[in-house]
T-cell receptor, first 114, second 112 residues
Framework: EAGVVQSPRYKIIEKKQPVAFWCNPISGHNTLYWYLQNLGQGPELLIRYENEEAVDDSQLPKDRFSAERLKGVDSTLKIQPAELGDSAVYLC????????????FGEGSRLTVL | DAKTTQPNSMESNEEEPVHLPCNHSTISGTDYIHWYRQLPSQGPEYVIHGLTSNVNNRMASLAIAEDRKSSTLILHRATLRDAAVYYCILRDAGNAGNMLTFGGGTRLMVKP
């Protein structure tokens, strides 16, 4: 079974440029997460989807970040315009909603903003 | 959210057991205790979870205190591949069960 797939793995951009990250969750997983991870810190939740509905986006900086999950499957996270402080790893995870199911993470997309 | 407290780092020798502690004094009755680990340059991966009883799987064992205010992840024989950051997380089994909040975790270093 394929795991959570993220692309690109690495992205280097100039500040003020836009960037987008894509995530393909495990088939059948209805819950999808985007986390941000700064160096040496634990992942921080940006947004959580239940199917196509964003149910928790309180930590998403909405002035520059946006996300969508069309048809409740793939998801895209966009930053426009990127700032230096956005340099981090962006992790996608998915879950089959159940009483004690485990999260499956992708390998992450490492963003460097110059 | 109920929070967890873990040491920032621990060291172990290869092939020796490792006990990684986690305090969660504000745990509620419906919170499961989950452990994840993150190897370098990878996303976190699930290790084990439990509610009240001790649990064993092929990766590790989880010992849960009787009052559930603390737990210990046990790696029976540490290998160099176990060097990672280990996260202890509480997960509500109720309506908020899909909320998982990560702390800073414990960085485990394994010496040959």
């Amino acid at each position: 079974e394929a795991g959570v797939v993220q692309s690109p793995r690495y992205k280097i951009i100039e500040k003020k440029q836009p960037v987008a990250f894509w995530c393909n969750p495990i088939s059948g997983h209805n819950t999808l997460y985007w986390y941000l991870q700064n160096l040496g810190q634990g992942p921080e939740l940006l947004i959580r989807y239940e199917n196509e509905e964003a149910v928790d986006d309180s930590q998403l900086p909405k002035d520059r970040f946006s996300a969508e999950r069309l048809k409740g499957v793939d998801s895209t996270l966009k930053i426009q315009p990127a700032e230096l402080g956005d340099s981090a790893v962006y992790l996608c995870a998915s879950l089959w909603t159940g009483r004690a199911g485990e999260l499956f993470f992708g390998e992450g997309s490492r963003l460097t903003v110059l | 959210d109920a929070k967890t407290t873990q040491p920032n780092s621990m060291e172990s020798n290869e092939e020796e057991p490792v006990h990684l502690p986690c305090n969660h004094s504000t745990i509620s009755g419906t919170d499961y205790i989950h452990w994840y680990r993150q190897l370098p340059s990878q996303g976190p991966e699930y290790v084990i979870h439990g509610l009240t009883s001790n649990v064993n799987n092929r990766m590790a064992s989880l010992a849960i205190a009787e009052d559930r205010k603390s737990s210990t992840l046990i790696l029976h024989r540490a290998t160099l591949r176990d060097a990672a950051v280990y996260y202890c997380i509480l997960r509500d089994a109720g309506n908020a069960g899909n909320m998982l909040t990560f702390g800073g975790g414990t960085r485990l270093m394994v010496k040959p």
